[in-house]
Structure formats: C-alpha cells, structure tokens
Nanobody
Framework: QVQLVESGGGLVLAGGSLRLSCVAS????????MGWFRQAPGKKRELVAA????????YYADSVKGRFTISRDNAKNTVFLEMNSLNPEDTAVYYC?????????????????WGQGTQVTVSS
C-alpha cells in the first residue's frame, strides 16, 4: 500500500503562487501515475492535474491549464503542483492520489490511494 502526505498549502493573495508537494512511501512510487485533486466547499472533488509514471505525459483541467504545472521526482518519491496566477476560485483542499496504472487517467475510480489534503486559500 502507498501512503501520501501533502504539504505546501496556505494563504495567498490573488495573483500569487504556491508550490504543493506530495511525498509517497510504501509501494513503489515510480510505478504509478499520480494526480492532484481539489475539493472546494459545496463542490464535488475534481481532478486538477495528472502525470504519468515517467513524467512525460501530463493532463490539466481546463480551469487551471496554463497556470498550474505538475511534475515529479521519482528519486525523491515526490510529486509537485506549481500553482501560479491564483484566484479565489482556486480555494480548496488539495489532495494528491496514486493510480493503479502507469498511464494517465481521468477516471476517479482509478485512483486508489489518497493523502490527507492540504488547504489552499486565495484571498482577493
């Protein structure tokens, strides 16, 4: 089994940036694609970005495309989410998650393991 721990959330002004990190332990991290999700109050959890095991393929939700960048460092068992040009609509709890596949997937049920989440709050 994989354990995931997110960090890097906090309070930031609109237009600012944050870098989220997710450290994995347990089952081999580099064998699986990873995703970042977020859930805002009153909204459903949504996939923000995903990355293949090699890091060569990436997916971004339309709402964050051009502003967020997902990356990974398999040697450090870590996946990152660089968030730029943040706006209040980005306010949410952000979760990292591991799939059961090496390939990118946008199917929520394909994500097996989840972190505890890190709060991102963007003020206007």
């Amino acid at each position: 089994q994989v354990q995931l721990v997110e960090s890097g959330g906090g309070l930031v002004l609109a237009g600012g940036s944050l870098r989220l990190s997710c450290v994995a332990s347990g089952r081999t991290f580099s064998s699986y694609a990873m995703g970042w999700f977020r859930q805002a109050p009153g909204k459903k959890r949504e996939l923000v970005a995903a990355i293949s095991w090699s890091g060569s393929s990436r997916y971004y939700a339309d709402s964050v495309k051009g502003r967020f960048t997902i990356s990974r460092d398999n040697a450090k068992n870590t996946v990152f989410l660089e968030m730029n040009s943040l706006n209040p609509e980005d306010t949410a709890v952000y979760y990292c998650s591991s799939t059961r596949s090496m390939r990118i997937t946008t199917i929520t049920n394909d994500y097996e393991f989840w972190g505890q989440g890190t709060q991102v709050t963007v003020s206007s």
